[in-house]
């Protein structure tokens, strides 16, 4: 009896596919299929979003832009920007829904905030953090801004 098979490579992650196989001899007529058999590839932890921007508008508020992750497998919807004074210890959550900016208001003037965003999905769950980063805000107005 001989042991025949092949791998099967390059596959998506979080994709399903099916396979069907067939026999095939020099110089005879081809076999029927086989019944078709469904696989499932691994699912992946969403990546961290991408490309996270913040520009301090005013003495209170920061805008917040960034790109969708590179990996996921469901459908983002929504991301949760996680924030604190960077003295303290707990971090404070806003969900904002399936947008790529935000404008976080409700900030103390002079003070340095910590920043960290992840991408969620309903079915998927939360994904990855992205790296901290830290943003102070301004005492003074931007110039250019009129009260």
């Keep these: 009896m001989t042991l025949s098979y092949y791998l099967v490579t390059d596959l998506q992650p979080c994709s399903e596919y099916e396979f069907k196989v067939q026999v095939l001899l020099w110089g005879m007529q081809p076999g029927p299929f086989s019944d078709t058999v469904k696989v499932k590839t691994t699912s992946v932890t ?7 921007q913040h520009v301090s ?3 209170d508020r920061i805008q917040i832009t960034w790109e969708t992750p590179v990996t996921y497998c469901l459908a983002v919807t929504s991301y949760k920007i996680n924030y604190k004074e960077d003295t303290q210890l707990n971090f404070q959550s806003v969900v904002t829904g399936n ?3 935000y404008l976080l208001t409700g900030l103390s003037p002079s003070i340095t905030y910590d920043i960290k965003l992840q991408a969620h999905s309903t079915e998927d769950g939360d994904g990855q953090f ?13 110039t250019g801004m009129v009260a």
Excluded at 133 to 140: G, K, T
């Design 46 to 52: 969403t990546s961290p979003p991408r490309n996270i």
């Design 99 to 101: 947008v790529h900016s």
């Design 130 to 142: 992205s790296v901290l980063q830290s943003v102070r805000i301004s005492i003074f107005r931007p």
């Design 57 to 59: 508008k005013g003495t």
